[in-house]
């Protein structure tokens, strides 16, 4: 038997078996080591090195500043020279030599020392350095993690375990090395898991006792189909998740052979199966896993895990590698989509006790104007090399789409005045993620040229339940009455006025879920790339009639229990042999 068994939630299929190594635990996410005396000088290189990194990357960012954006100087400036400032380098070489402390641990505790005396003077300009200082030891931290990484991975793939792994961390690793993830916290829709997926390794979530169970060097088996983490398996249980392994792998060789077809139900209805993505690499893949083009880049996550805003004709050559490799399909481009739990530095986070109440994806770009045009302009711009859309994140009223659309009109006439090609006549679309955005689709319709369903969102705002959070991930139930009637309600409406309607949350790769969306019927499926050939092939396996009849079952179903147990039947009787291969995001009473 094994050492333990620990219980999570799957956010991303697939088994991985390998040594564990943990990238940070508990409390600000950082190591909390005592260094053996022997080691201590090498720690404390391990940090000059990481300043000297981190110095040498904003002097890098200063030198390829363009001259229209000086008035970003400042901030690197101020960056460059808290990183130079001896205080914090000194301070913390002090306690790893004296406290015998790992350069992360020292770090933290010199940022706190450093933020407390600041704070004490109450002096608004310097209560400002303060952030300065959290962007810098923010980014010496992640340095910090890399070359541990580094020195874990040493001997080929491991699977990294953390306490969190926010996207900041996750961008700052060797990924390659990766085969898999596990983490104490999140919920089934949290960015990790998002991550994963992507990257396509298996992952696995909300995994309590985590920290407390696992070792560095453990061998691990990774169940990202059943949410399951083994440590230190017997021979048997080795063999048996050898043997899971080849079938998922067999099973997922098949269905990408067929990934080319069209995903059309077997009496006819057809739905276009796009991407959700985060950079260019992914869209080149997606020929090869048949899809149709991209109908989410969250755009966000070329802003995170770096010290600078990055500049318009950066973000152009990103937008404009994506919507070339898409071609002849679409790229759908989210506007930031920052906030709340996708923070894309320390300057820009706020001190906000409700951050996913807060300042974030539209609501930022309409208080950060400035941001928000320089990304409207790359991607009108990179729009007229192919076949674009652009969406608004978290619309809340007719009135917040219309101010973005009025930035966004500025946005064409400072492009127009400067002569760059663009393409004018971009369809702008609007995400539906907010209950109230959900009771006014008939005039959100109106005045936008398609919807996109983010259920992700729509989920916990409409069921109040925090989409990281494993304590109430039991509540956070795609199929619960309240988000299947919402989800159809939003399709009539936007059928109603002839506009198309998608669903890119991670709803849209539910096996489960997928023949109450072909019920409704939306016209598009935006999933990880990794789930297009499979959610292909059990749309082509479906019946359009049957689950039709199913979502009429579901809207006049009282409880989730009895609308998870009608979906189960369906899909067990439609699909008895694969089932075993899908992970669901449905409830602990599925
Ligand atoms: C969603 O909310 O469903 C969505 C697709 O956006 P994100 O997961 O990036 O918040
Ligand atoms: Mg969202």
């Not at 440590?231 to 792998?249: G, K, T, V």
């Not at 048949?290 to 950066?314: C, K, S």
């Not at 946005?411 to 393409?423: H, I, K, N, T, V």
Request: aromatic letters at 6%; glycine letters at 6%.
């Amino acid at each position: 038997m094994a050492r333990a068994v620990l219980h999570g939630f799957p956010v991303s299929a697939g088994i991985a078996i390998g040594k564990a190594f943990f990238l940070n635990r508990r409390h600000k996410g950082l190591r909390h080591d005592l260094v053996p005396l022997d080691q201590v000088e090498a720690e404390a290189a391990r940090l000059e090195a990481a300043v000297e990194a981190v110095a040498a990357e904003f002097e890098q960012a200063r030198a390829a500043m363009p001259a229209e954006l000086r008035g970003q100087l400042d901030i690197l400036d101020s960056h460059l020279l808290m990183c130079r400032d001896p205080k914090l380098k000194n301070e913390t070489l002090r306690r790893i030599r004296e406290g015998r402390m790992n350069a992360e641990w020292a770090l933290e505790e010199s940022l706190e020392q450093i933020a407390r005396a600041f704070a004490r003077l109450n002096v608004p300009y310097i209560r400002d350095r303060i952030e300065d200082v959290r962007v810098v030891a923010g980014r010496i931290g992640r340095h910090l993690a890399g070359t541990v990484e580094k020195q874990r991975l040493e001997n080929g793939r491991g699977i990294l375990l953390a306490y969190d792994l926010s996207p900041a961390d996750a961008l700052s690793l060797s990924l390659e090395r990766i085969s898999a993830f596990a983490t104490e916290v999140g919920g089934k829709t949290t960015h990790t898991g998002i991550l994963a997926r992507n990257l396509q390794i298996p992952a696995v979530v909300g995994v309590g006792g985590l920290e407390d169970e696992a070792k560095d060097g453990d061998l691990l088996v990774v169940d990202g189909l059943e949410g399951k983490i083994l440590l230190e398996p017997s021979e048997a249980e080795l063999e048996e998740y050898i043997l899971r392994q080849h079938r998922f792998d067999d099973y997922e060789r098949d269905t990408r052979k067929n990934a080319a077809l069209p995903a059309e139900t077997e009496d006819g209805r057809r739905v276009s199966v796009l991407a959700n993505v985060e950079g260019p690499e992914e869209v080149e893949s997606l020929r090869a896993l048949g899809g149709e083009g991209v109908g989410l880049v969250r755009t966000e996550f070329f802003y995170i895990a770096r010290a600078d805003m990055p500049r318009e004709d950066e973000l152009y050559e990103e937008y404009s590698r994506m919507v070339r490799a898409a071609a002849p399909h679409r790229v759908t481009f989210r506007t930031l989509d920052v906030g709340a739990d996708k923070i894309f530095s320390e300057r820009a986070r706020l001190d906000e006790p409700n951050p996913a109440l807060g300042l974030r994806a539209i609501r930022y770009s309409l208080r950060h104007q400035n941001v928000f045009r320089r990304q409207l302009r790359a991607i009108l711009r990179a729009a007229a090399h192919g076949k674009a859309a652009l969406m608004f994140p978290m619309i809340s009223g007719v009135s917040e789409l219309r101010q973005a659309k009025s930035v966004l009109n500025e946005a064409r006439q400072e492009l127009e005045a400067s002569g760059l090609p663009f393409d004018p006549d971009i369809p702008v679309g609007i995400m539906i993620e907010l209950p109230a955005a959900v009771l006014i689709a008939d005039s959100l319709a109106k005045e936008s040229d398609f919807f996109s369903i983010g259920t992700n969102d729509l989920i916990q705002y409409s069921l109040g339940v925090d989409r990281g959070n494993r304590h109430v991930s039991y509540l956070h139930q795609p199929l619960h009455p309240a988000v299947v009637r919402a989800v159809k309600y939003v399709v009539d409406m936007a059928h109603k006025v002839g506009i198309k309607v998608g669903v890119c949350g991670e709803m849209a790769a539910d096996p489960y879920c997928l023949p109450i969306l072909l019920g409704m019927p939306v016209d598009e499926l935006s999933v990880a790339p990794q789930a297009i050939p499979g959610i292909k092939h059990l749309v082509r396996h479906s019946n359009a009639e049957e689950c039709r009849e199913l979502l009429q079952q579901a809207l006049a179903a009282p409880t989730v229990q009895s609308i998870n147990k009608a979906v189960r039947h369906a899909v067990y009787s439609r699909f008895p042999d694969e089932t075993a291969f899908y992970s669901s995001q449905l409830g602990a009473d599925f």
